[in-house]
């Protein structure tokens, strides 16, 4: 049972303003609940019990709205990246030491699924384990390549990264803390054989903007 995770919410959410002009994208509303309130509802289910959250953009909000997560039976700790957000790999980096030693879930705080993540490896077989989606209209060329279970950044046909995955802390050994995302480095651990993944076939909306927000309150998100 891997217990701890990390959400992703730093991002000042460009492409959702004038939306997140005054609320960070994660606690925007969905189906009458916070983006955000459906993660950590499905991450308690699977076992999850401490919960990093990494704020920059708007961060005094989650605290006031989230408290210390024990109405979902979490603890939550929050991750201040400072007035600038770090990435994707800065933010992982700096949220390390509320992480543990062992694998743990990290989850895009700007989607919406219904991804069961107690279904996710406890030990990946390399550095990382991504879950894989079919392309949407508005990111039609893919990302990566899922062939036997490994995942590649040459060929086709490629997927999209739904923003779920399990890491191993070593898969940031070397870095140095600052602003740097955490794609070059997953390229690299492709290449060395290190990334493993999954094709999910189930609802996803990866919410970034106004629009993909409205489709998902008129599609009526549980």
Known sequence: MIEHALIFAAGRGERMRPLTDATPKPLLRAG??????????????????????????????????????????????????????????????????????APFIAVNGDIWTEFDFSALPQNPAGLAHLVMVDNPEHHARGDFVLREGRLRDEGDPRLTFAGIGVYRPELLA?????????????????????????????????????????????????
Request: charged share 20%; proline share 6%.
């Open 174 to 222: 070397g870095q140095v803390p600052g602003k740097f995302s955490i794609v070059p480095i997953l390229r690299e651990a492709m290449r060395a054989g290190e990334v493993v993944g999954e094709y999910f076939r189930g609802r996803w909306s990866d919410i970034g903007t106004p629009q993909r927000l409205a489709q998902l309150n008129g599609q009526s998100a549980q």
């Open 32 to 101: 009458g609940r916070l983006l955000i309130e459906y993660h950590l509802q499905r991450l308690a289910a699977a076992g999850v019990r401490e919960v990093a959250i990494n704020t920059s953009h708007l961060a005094e909000q989650f605290p006031a709205a989230l408290g210390d997560g024990s109405r979902w039976g979490l603890r939550i700790r929050y991750a201040y990246e400072g007035p600038e957000p770090l990435e994707t790999g800065g933010g992982m980096l700096n949220a390390l030491p509320l992480l543990g030693d």
